[in-house]
C-alpha cells in the first residue's frame, strides 16, 4: 500500500479521496491554484503544495508542476479525480517514466477509449452494442451526406476527441448537414485541438444509462449496476439515480455482464464508465470514461462500496475486495449536482459563502468543500456540492431528498437548489418517466422567451 498519495484536482472530489486516504491510514498531499489557498482540500490534507496561478491551465494541467510537487513530498502515487488530467495519456505516461504510480487505468486504455471512433470500434469487437453510424471519420461534406442518406435523418455530428456536450451537432434535416458538420468542426478545432468529426444515428427519445465496471487489470472485473443521468442541461448531468427506474433485473444483469466481460477482456484497471443511450428496450455504446465519474456516490450508496479506496488498493497491487456474486443492491439513491449559478440562465455565480448547513439524518451524504467564509472563485467548473439520498425504494428516495434539500442552507450566492425543489414537484420525476430531452424542454416551458 502507498504511504502517500498526491491529489491532483480540487474542490469536493479532492476532499473525496482525501478521505478515503485517511481512512486507510495514508499521507496526502493536496496541490492548488493561488486562487484556492484557502481551500478546504488544502485544509485538510497533510501537505500541500501551490502549482501557478488561478487558470486551471497554468496550475491543475500543469504536469511539470505536479511532477515536482509529487518528487518535493516523496508523494508515490497520484489520484487525479475527475477532470483536469483525469483522462490525459501524457500524463500517465510521465508519471511512469518517473516511477509515480498513476491511480487509474493505463495510459494505453486512457488513449483507445479518449478517441470516440476508436473507443466505439474496440467495444464493438468485445460485443457491446453500439449506435449506428459511420465507421470512422468522416472528413468531407460528401461523405457526410452520404453516411447519413444511409442512416437516414436524423443525425448527430460528434468530434471524435469531444466531450461534454462540446463538438456535438443536431441535424434533423438533410438541409441542416452542411452547418452542422462545419460548426461542429471548427468547435471539436477550437476546444480540443482536433477537428475530426464522426456521424451518429440521432436516437429520438433515449435514457443515458451508464454501467459502472471495475477491474484489477488482471484479466478480472465486475460490474456494479447502472445509474440513470437523462436528466441533463446542454449535456451536462443535473440529476442521476441508481438503479434506473426503467431497468429490470433482466437487463441490469445481461449489460452489466456484456460490460464486465469487455473490461476484463482488456485487463481494465480501476474503475471505469460505460455509457449507453437506452431507448426501445436496447443499448447503444456511446463512450467509456476511464475514470471516477461525479456521480459514483449513488453506486457507493446501493452497493456499500467505497470506489476510491477500490482504486487505490488496486493501484497499489492489491486485489479487489469482492467478486460479482458479493455484489447485490440495496434501495435506491439520488445525487442532485448543486452548482453556483443564477438561474433561469444558470450564469456562473461566484462569491463568498456567508452561511452554509449541510443537512443530515439517515441515508443523507453531502459531498462538499463549502465553509462559511469560503470565495468560490470564478475559474473553475461551478459545481459546488453534490446532495445523495439513500432509501429502501425510490419513493422513499424522494422523499429524503425533498426533506434533505429543506435543510440544505447555501446563503451568499446563487444555486441551483430551487430547481430541486422545483422539479420535485413534477409528476414525471416522481413516476421516473423522462428521458434526456426532458428537463430542456421542461425549462423553456418553465421560462419562455
Known amino acids: 500500500m502507498f504511504s502517500k498519495v498526491l491529489i491532483a484536482n480540487r474542490g469536493e472530489i479532492a476532499l473525496r479521496v482525501i478521505r478515503a486516504c485517511q481512512e486507510l491510514g495514508i499521507q496526502t498531499v493536496a496541490v492548488h491554484s493561488t486562487a484556492d489557498s484557502d481551500a478546504m482540500h488544502v485544509r485538510m490534507a497533510d501537505e500541500s503544495i501551490c502549482i501557478g496561478p488561478p487558470s486551471g491551465a497554468l496550475s491543475y494541467l500543469n504536469i511539470p508542476a505536479i511532477i515536482s510537487a ?18 490525459n495519456a501524457q500524463f500517465v505516461q510521465v508519471l511512469e517514466d518517473h516511477g509515480i504510480k498513476f491511480i487509474g487505468p493505463t495510459a494505453e486504455h486512457i488513449r483507445i477509449m479518449g478517441d470516440k471512433i476508436t473507443a466505439k470500434d474496440t467495444m464493438r469487437k468485445l460485443g457491446v452494442p453500439c449506435v449506428p453510424g459511420s465507421e470512422g471519420g468522416v472528413d468531407t461534406l460528401e461523405e457526410a451526406y452520404t453516411v447519413s442518406d444511409d442512416m437516414g435523418f436524423p443525425v448527430i455530428v460528434k468530434a471524435t476527441a469531444g466531450g461534454g456536450g462540446r463538438g456535438m451537432k443536431l441535424a434533423k434535416t438533410r438541409d441542416d448537414l452542411e452547418d452542422a458538420f462545419h460548426n461542429a468542426r471548427s468547435e471539436a478545432k477550437a476546444a480540443f485541438g482536433n477537428d475530426e468529426v464522426y456521424i451518429e444515428k440521432y436516437l429520438t427519445l433515449p435514457r443515458h444509462i451508464e454501467v459502472q465496471v471495475f477491474g484489477d487489470g488482471k484479466g478480472r472485473a ?26 429490470t433485473p433482466e437487463m441490469r444483469a445481461r449489460i452489466g455482464k456484456t ?14 464508465t460505460i455509457e449507453f443511450l437506452y431507448e426501445n428496450d436496447e443499448f447503444y455504446f456511446i463512450e467509456m470514461n476511464t475514470r471516477l465519474q461525479v456521480e459514483h456516490p449513488v453506486t457507493e450508496a446501493i452497493f456499500g462500496v467505497d470506489l476510491v479506496k477500490q482504486q487505490i488498493r488496486v493501484a497499489s ?48 451524504r453531502m459531498d462538499s468543500a463549502l465553509y462559511a467564509g469560503y470565495k468560490i472563485p470564478p475559474y473553475y467548473d461551478s459545481l459546488i456540492a453534490k446532495l445523495i439520498v439513500t432509501g429502501t425504494s425510490r419513493q422513499a428516495a424522494l422523499a429524503r431528498l425533498h426533506r434533505a434539500l429543506g435543510e440544505l442552507i447555501v446563503d451568499g450566492v446563487d444555486t441551483t437548489i430551487p430547481l430541486f425543489h422545483d422539479l420535485l414537484q413534477e409528476p414525471d420525476i416522481q413516476t421516473g418517466d423522462y428521458d434526456i430531452h426532458w428537463l430542456e424542454k421542461w425549462l423553456e416551458e418553465q421560462n419562455p422567451a
Open 70 to 87: 509529487c518528487e518535493i513530498t516523496g508523494a508515490e502515487a497520484v489520484h487525479p479525480g475527475y477532470g483536469f488530467l483525469s483522462e
Open 222 to 247: 465486475v460490474h456494479l449496476g447502472e445509474r440513470d443521468c437523462s436528466l441533463q442541461r446542454r449535456h451536462q448531468k443535473v440529476f442521476e439515480e441508481a438503479p434506473g427506474p426503467c431497468i
Open 317 to 364: 497491487g492489491e486485489e479487489m475486495t469482492f467478486v460479482q456474486d458479493e455484489l447485490s443492491i440495496k434501495g435506491h439513491a439520488i445525487e442532485v449536482r448543486i452548482n453556483a449559478e443564477k438561474l433561469p440562465n444558470f450564469s456562473p455565480c461566484p462569491g463568498t459563502i456567508t452561511h452554509f448547513h449541510a443537512p443530515g439524518g439517515l441515508g443523507v
Open 259 to 272: 460490460c464486465s466481460d469487455a473490461v476484463a477482456d482488456i485487463n481494465y484497471a480501476g474503475a471505469g
